[in-house]
């Protein structure tokens, strides 16, 4: 059975798709910069690159251009639209109604729009995405993985803001968390690497990326990690600046006489790792500056270390210890400094706690619970 995964931004969509019998990939590549002139496709096939131009490129077009692919005798993989079983959608906010990946039909596409309101960059393209696909398989089962969906076992206490409580009811303000995905999938790996149930451990999952967060996970079970009601709160990320005392919104937005809207877009696109160094986002532009003498890239990948290792040990508070904390992810999967400075500087914390490195595979878990789902129904 072949499946095929969307993953759509803000202006691109990520796809694979997948043999379940043989639980491999067979091709994979990303569309970018749609809804402007110069979006292109990019695909990869045994080790080969075909890119080209899309013209007048949206989700609807860019699919389209997906399945042209996929079925293309030089750069396909499956003679027709039909040998494509299934497809699973990447969604970010299912906000606190689904807490697993579900099939997706009128309700399910309604509800995806609602959320939109919580992740107002993140749902519309899957959004959108979604309609492009129903359009072209009418008849292909559609499944949608929640990036919130795993965070949803959290329990009251660590989910509340200690804000008025109407706030939660009115307007669902609360913490959701995200990434669940991943979260999961390297917490299930782990265990399989430990040889151990899933449901014996606690395992602190660190995801560092463009985009870093953690989790608490307790018996197979999400029960705290550091994002919030929307991505920004937590770690320190590329762009992003993670925890703030909250009354410097006002604060910044008085002294530069600027909008809320502009504070949100300097905290989210102007901060981070960028905004501390002055010189990029990236992690190995930081790691190269800072072994030059860069006193601000130092900084910045300081700040970030420090971040880290508050919520390591915030979560081996609140699961009474850990088997095993976890790194993926760019940063998490690659920069080894990082992790051997968190090792030692915890060193008295994690006596018997298992350091591992994972990769993550979020399409793949993707296309497993569309697959199960299909098994469960038939
Ligand atoms: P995303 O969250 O967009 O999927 P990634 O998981 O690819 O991002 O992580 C991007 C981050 O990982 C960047 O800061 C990048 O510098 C860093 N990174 C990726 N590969 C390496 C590497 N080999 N060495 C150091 N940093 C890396």
Redesign the pocket.
């Known amino acids: 059975m072949n499946i095929l995964t969307i993953n759509c931004g803000s202006s691109s969509i990520k796809y694979q798709l997948f043999c379940m019998e043989n639980k491999c990939s067979l091709v994979n590549g990303m569309v970018e910069k749609i809804g402007t002139a110069s979006a292109y496709i990019v695909h990869h096939k045994d080790k080969q690159t075909y890119k080209a131009k899309i013209k007048e490129c949206t989700y609807f077009t860019a699919v389209n251009k997906i399945v042209e692919l996929l079925i293309d005798s030089q750069w396909g993989v499956v003679g027709s639209k039909n040998e494509i079983a299934a497809i699973g959608h990447r969604v970010v906010h299912g906000g606190e109604e689904f807490t697993s990946s579900v099939f997706i039909d009128s309700h399910v596409m309604k509800r995806i729009k609602f959320y939109a309101r919580l992740a107002p960059l993140h749902n519309p393209p899957a959004y959108n995405g979604i309609r492009a696909a129903l359009k072209i398989f009418p008849k292909v089962k559609q499944v949608a993985v929640f990036d919130t969906a795993f965070h949803q076992t959290m329990p009251q206490e660590a989910f509340m803001y200690g804000l008025p409580f109407e706030f939660y009811k009115k307007y669902h303000v609360r913490r959701y968390g995200f990434h669940g995905t991943s979260h999961r999938y390297v917490a299930t790996a782990a265990a399989r690497e430990l040889k151990k149930p899933l449901n014996k451990l606690k395992i602190i999952t660190c ?6 967060s953690i989790a608490a996970v307790k018996n197979g079970k999400s029960i705290d990690t550091s994002m919030g009601f929307t991505p920004l709160e937590g770690l320190i990320m ?1 762009t992003r600046c993670g925890d703030i005392d909250p009354d410097l919104v006002g604060y910044i937005m008085e002294k530069e006489n600027i909008s809320a809207e502009k504070v949100s877009a300097l905290m989210n696109r102007k901060s981070g ?1 960028l905004g501390l160094s002055g010189i ?8 190269q500056s800072a072994k030059k003498g860069d006193k601000r890239a130092k900084l910045a990948i300081d700040v970030f270390v420090y971040r880290i290792k508050k919520y390591i040990g915030s979560y081996l508070a609140v699961m009474n210890g850990a088997d095993a904390i976890v790194f ?8 080894v400094s990082i992790k051997d400075k968190i090792k030692k500087d915890l060193s008295n914390l994690l006596g018997k706690v298992k350091i591992l490195t994972i990769h ?1 595979d979020e399409e793949r878990l993707i296309a497993y619970d569309t697959y199960n789902l299909i098994k469960k129904k038939k």
């Open positions: 995801h560092l990326g463009n985009g870093c590329g790792l990029s986002n990236d992690m190995r532009d930081l790691l993926t992810a760019g940063i998490g999967e690659h920069v993550t």
